[in-house]
């Protein structure tokens, strides 16, 4: 087993469990949506937090051409699915350990601080582990990149300290309509994807 292979096993164990305890979320919502008040904003974050995984479980990848394998790396990896996990675990906490939630509207905006500060800081770890991958890799993302990844920062840290519901609406649908068109343009770029080279033909 190659050093990325290994070193990926965890960070794919952690993602997964996120994705798991979201997608139960989501099953929740579904099962009790007659007997608890759905809110269609939270549930879309649940939505958007599943593609951003998505998203990130595919751009790991990319550190498969690293020939160089530190602590530090290993740890660094396992940052942010550590983090998104954590935002999973906020936007459905475990119905065990807490009081039964009545309103989503209500425990979204309680705890939307939380939320969002742990969203926004997953963007400069994405800088940075561009940057990790070298310089020329950082260059060849283009100036959207850093403008995108700096927007949804501060967009992130307004979203942390407002309750204003048409902005968090506005935010939830921007960002999953943003990242369904990036995964769609990695789909046609991407050299090794599937169906890529047809559709590069095209």
């Not at 906020?90 to 509207?105: A, G, H």
């Not at 407002?162 to 770029?189: D, E, P, Q, S, Y």
């Amino acid at each position: 087993m190659d050093p990325f292979s290994y070193i990926i096993v965890l960070t794919s164990i952690v993602l997964g469990l996120g994705v798991t305890r979201t997608v139960g979320g989501l099953g929740h919502l579904l099962q009790t949506r007659k007997r608890r008040r759905v809110y269609w904003v939270h549930a879309l974050w649940m939505l958007n937090l599943l593609v951003v995984m998505a998203l990130m479980w595919f751009v790991a990848y990319r550190w498969r051409a690293n020939e160089r394998w530190t602590f530090f790396l290993f740890v660094w990896l396992i940052l942010t699915p550590t983090i998104l996990y954590l935002i999973s675990s906020l936007l459905f906490p475990d119905p065990d350990t807490v009081e039964p939630i009545s309103d989503w509207r209500v425990y979204f905006f309680d705890h939307n601080r939380e939320i969002f500060l742990l969203l926004a800081v997953l963007f400069p770890i994405d800088l940075i582990d561009t940057l990790l991958k070298g310089v020329e890799h950082f260059r060849a993302q283009g100036l959207l990149y850093p403008a995108t990844m700096a927007t949804w920062f501060v967009l992130s840290l307004i979203a942390a300290f407002t309750k204003n519901r048409r902005f968090h609406a506005t935010f939830a649908i921007v960002f999953m309509l943003w990242n369904l068109a990036f995964a769609g343009m990695m789909l046609i770029t991407a050299q090794d994807a599937l169906g890529a080279d047809m559709l590069r033909r095209r």
